[in-house]
């Protein structure tokens, strides 16, 4: 039974190292091969862009985004499995919208599994358009796995 959110208030905060517990937790979940603890530790201490998406105590979801010179890469979009579908993944690739817009970046970047056709048709519906492939991008059950990309012109 998956918890629903929808009329509660969700908000933005900060990811932060006494987080990040929860934040692996939900990784797990959601993932076959997660980003490790380590991953997220280096990513807050590299600066990078991170944001939990919080109602009441619950994370319902994170982002976690590296800024270039005209462009925001997007390394780890993430809903908990119990709030999925439920529209989170769209709040959250708006908020990285706004602030990458606010940084004056041109354009998002990111990669997505060729075997997440559920992440790529949010993706899609965003509007996001597929620019290439990455071949052996990432780990799998059996050996690799290719990468779609995706760019959004803001």
């Keep these: 039974m998956s918890a629903v959110f929808r009329s509660m208030e969700a908000a933005f905060e900060p990811m932060t190292d006494p987080r990040l517990d929860e934040v692996v937790a939900i990784e797990r979940r959601a993932y076959d091969h997660p980003w490790t603890r380590g991953n997220f530790a280096d990513s807050l201490r590299s600066g990078y862009h991170a944001q939990l998406l919080c109602a009441g105590n619950a994370v319902l979801g994170y982002f976690v985004a590296m800024q270039g010179v005209d462009e925001v890469h997007l390394l780890n979009i993430t809903v908990d499995p119990a709030y999925q579908g439920q529209g989170w993944g769209r709040i959250m690739l708006d908020a990285l919208a706004l602030w990458a817009r606010a940084q ?19 993706y899609l519906r965003h509007g996001y358009r597929r620019v290439g492939e990455r071949r052996n991008y990432y780990p799998a059950a059996h050996g690799r796995e290719d990468a779609i990309v995706m760019s959004y012109r803001l």
Excluded: F, G, T
């Excluded at 004056?104 to 949010?122: D, F, G, M, P, T």
């Design 104 to 122: 004056k970046a041109q354009w998002l970047w990111l990669e997505v599994r060729i075997s997440n056709k559920r992440a790529q048709e949010v």
